[in-house]
């Protein structure tokens, strides 16, 4: 049985200002979910509050995996749950190679109860597993020996978040606007290694504004975040729509959440 991501009637303030107003959506192993929507609209509010961001306040409303309530729980306790968050800004660690970063990650999923230094997956099972991985998603060997993100390009940084979740596995991976800045070519190349690693027992919740990264990860539902909270789903033909017309025809059909989504805005430029 596929494991299920439910989110019920989620209510997020970040400081004194709510942001999410009541999101509710169920994500299945398997299944991948486009979320799109203007700016101020919530949607990287949403996947920060999903992976357990301290600065991103649940007031109300619940967020469980397999009925088990996970909205107390920190983020490396949702992680070992099976959560991937892809940063839209990934940060960059100088002095800590690619590989010792992923190592230390993968140790700590796969042994949660293992003591500082102690229990990391053996350096030869882990260079085997790390090398098949980055052949198959076309990756040179040589970038797990450089220092996490430092002096790499948008497209590199974005690959090694990809890498991250083949070596992790996760049950739920949600990539907030991972096509950020990054040119056709390097785009592709990501949109590429995440349709390798989508499957049955990986569901995917894709935030974009753009049609680009769905090219090769065509979704089964496409929600759209206006206002803090979900006010239509379809299937990939709404995010094609979306992408040719913007949210004009959105916000006239959804003129309450329009409002809230500008005061939004208004709030958070202030």
């Known amino acids: 049985m596929s494991s299920l991501l439910k989110i019920t009637d989620l209510h ?21 979910h486009a979320l799109m929507g203007p700016n101020g609209s919530g949607k990287s509010t949403l996947a920060y509050a999903l992976a357990g961001h301290p600065n991103y306040f649940v007031t109300s409303g619940s967020i469980d995996i397999d009925g088990v309530e996970i909205t107390e729980l920190g983020a490396d306790e949702r992680a070992r ?25 993968v140790s700590n999923i796969r042994n949660p109860d293992r003591k500082e230094g102690e229990g990391l997956v053996p350096m030869r099972e882990f260079r085997r597993e790390i090398r098949e991985r980055m052949e198959a998603l076309n990756m040179d060997t040589e970038f797990a020996r450089r220092y996490l993100n430092d002096g790499f390009s948008g497209g590199e940084k974005k690959r090694m978040e990809i890498l991250q979740m083949a070596m ?10 991972t096509d950020s800045g990054l040119d056709s070519d390097a785009v592709r190349v990501v949109s590429e290694g995440l349709a390798r690693l989508s499957g049955p027992q990986m569901g995917v919740l894709i935030i974009t504004h753009h049609e680009r990264l769905l090219e090769f990860n065509r979704p089964q539902f496409t929600h759209v975040m206006l206002g803090g909270r979900i006010v239509e789903t379809g299937d990939a033909s709404l995010a094609h729509e979306l992408h040719a017309n913007g949210y004009a025809t959105v916000r006239e059909r959804h003129p309450e959440a329009a409002a809230d989504n500008a005061q939004t805005v208004a709030a958070v430029t202030t």
């Open 81 to 105: 749950l099976g959560m991937f968050l892809a940063f839209q800004y990934p940060v960059v660690i100088p002095g800590v190679k690619v590989a010792d970063f992923i190592r230390h990650a």
């Open 168 to 177: 992790l596995q996760p049950r739920f991976a949600i990539l907030d606007e």
């Open 12 to 32: 997020v303030s970040v400081g004194e200002t709510p942001i999410l107003k009541g999101v509710n959506m169920e994500i299945r192993q398997g299944e991948v």
